[in-house]
């Protein structure tokens, strides 16, 4: 089950300018919530304040789970070591392998386990850090724009991973991009942060069920067009 | 493109050839204008290396255990120190001065008083190779630690990972080229600390090359001089070899 997460009055300022100013919202359970926003406007150290990797200047984050996965915009591996040691980070150790080798074959990276990160493409590499994110079987789920990266059907492809992993664990996915049309294709929620005072909460509708229609992606670009 | 690169390259090899051809010619130029107790003739000293093969043998060995056991401590040293600056603040600021020394110490001005407290002999070329090499090992290990960049980190801290699990699986690893790097330059400089040392604190029994070098040329062989030179720069070169070949063998696979 996904854990539900709320920020109450959140601030965080790095070197005294404030990034995130008594920021508040809930995250639902089992949901999926994207943060939208340009760069530099405070959405990557939201997801960093939520994961708890960043000492809040006042406010708290309440629900935070034991088990998060974190998927950063680099794959972040080591190189030295294969994709399935990589993944083997996430689990405590001694663990089965086989676990990992499972959360790989999910990811369509069935026979790349020994494969060091070097000898893998930048799709490939991208599997393997959502394996890493997803072997543990999260409560919470955190992704910092995963697809920036990405040519388009890599895209397709991890996206549709992403909303199969979703289902299968129930977990909670909170999502931050600059990219609308990829919040209007997954977003249960959507919370655009473009920096103090701007802020926007939408829920989408019920009826909007993923996988969404065309005409529903556009309907909700057109709304988030006329907030940001 | 290949072409391009394969056609690219001989002209390089051949560059370096011709390059070393022209300085032995210089050199030969040279040593005629000089005279021959000033500067030999390149075929002199060759000549010297081999008619005292035994003796210049004996301290190339002599030389080759003090630079590699000096560096050998300055790497244990320099990895140990950067480690626990790592590790912790305060020792960080505890070891800054004497890091700081360590650099700034003049080998020449510090090798007679390590003749006075451990005698003749080896122990004082050891020291002053592995003075000599410490710096380079310890402050590319330090920046080694702190290569990991800041997702690398993060998800460190994600995982629950303790300190020592953060140094042992991610800091170290990461640091390895960095250290490699400092290795090679301070594989060159343990050579120079070891012959400084030798120059002051060896007797000649068993032969050094520094010794060889002090004592060729105050009595008027420099071609002698020149041939234990050259199995200094041979040393030098051998153990940089080395340490690339080492550092192939272990993060050759993943790194560069």
């Keep these: ?228 | 493109m290949s072409g391009t690169r394969a056609s690219g390259k001989a002209p390089l090899g051949l560059a370096a050839v011709i390059s070393v051809a022209a300085g032995v010619v210089v050199w030969s130029v040279a040593a005629s204008a000089a005279g021959p107790l000033l500067l030999p003739q390149p075929t002199e000293v060759l000549r010297a290396l081999v008619a005292n093969r035994m003796s210049l043998g004996a301290a190339l060995w002599e030389t080759s255990v003090a630079a590699v056991g000096g560096l050998a401590v300055a790497a244990t040293l320099g990895v140990l120190a950067a480690a626990a600056a790592w590790w912790n603040r305060g020792l960080q600021q505890a070891l800054a001065p004497w890091t700081v020394l360590v650099q700034v110490v003049p080998i020449v001005a510090i090798a007679p008083l390590l003749v006075v407290w451990l005698g003749y002999g080896r122990g004082v070329s050891m020291c002053t190779a592995s003075i000599a090499a410490f710096y380079p090992v310890f402050s590319s290990a330090s920046s080694g630690l702190r290569a990991p960049g800041v997702e690398l980190v993060d998800l460190f801290r994600l995982l629950g990972a303790s300190r020592l699990r953060e140094l042992v699986q991610l800091r170290a690893w990461a640091a390895l080229p960095a250290l490699f790097a400092g290795l090679r330059t301070a594989a060159g400089l343990s050579v120079i600390g070891a012959i400084v040392g030798e120059f002051v604190g060896s007797n000649g029994s068993p032969p050094s090359l520094g010794y060889t070098v002090l004592f060729a040329s105050r009595s008027a062989h420099p071609d002698e001089a020149f041939a234990a030179i050259l199995l200094a720069a041979f040393l030098a070169l051998t153990l940089g070899t080395a340490l690339g070949w080492l550092e192939r063998r272990t993060i050759g696979r993943w790194y560069g």
Excluded: Y
Excluded at chain 1, 121 to 134: D, K, N, T
């Design chain 1, 1 to 228: 089950m996904g854990a539900a997460v709320e920020l109450q009055a959140v601030s965080w300022r790095p070197e005294g300018a404030p990034i995130l100013d008594a920021f508040s919202f809930t995250v639902a359970p089992g949901s999926i919530t994207v943060v939208l926003g340009r760069s530099g406007c405070g959405k990557s150290s939201l997801l960093r304040v939520i994961a708890g990797l960043r000492t809040l200047a006042t406010g708290q984050v309440a629900g935070r789970p034991a088990r998060m996965g974190f998927v950063f915009q680099e794959p972040a591996l080591l190189p030295w070591r294969s994709a399935i040691e990589n993944v083997e980070l996430a689990l405590p150790a001694g663990s089965p392998s086989a676990l990992a080798v499972a959360a790989l074959e999910a990811v369509g990276l069935a026979g790349h386990g020994a494969a060091l990160p070097g000898a893998l493409s930048g799709g490939q590499r991208m599997r393997v850090s959502f394996a890493r994110a997803l072997v543990s079987r999260p409560e919470l789920l955190l992704l910092d724009e995963p697809f920036a990266a990405l040519d388009s059907a890599t895209v397709a492809d991890m996206q549709r991973l992403l909303l199969q992993a979703q289902k299968d664990l129930g977990c909670t996915v909170l999502l931050v991009t600059h990219d609308r049309s990829l919040a209007a294709r997954l977003a249960d929620r959507i919370v655009v942060l473009e920096g103090p005072p701007l802020r926007v909460v939408f829920d989408v509708p019920a009826s909007m069920a993923r996988p969404r229609s065309p005409e529903a992606v556009g309907e909700l670009l057109r709304t988030l067009e006329a907030w940001t």
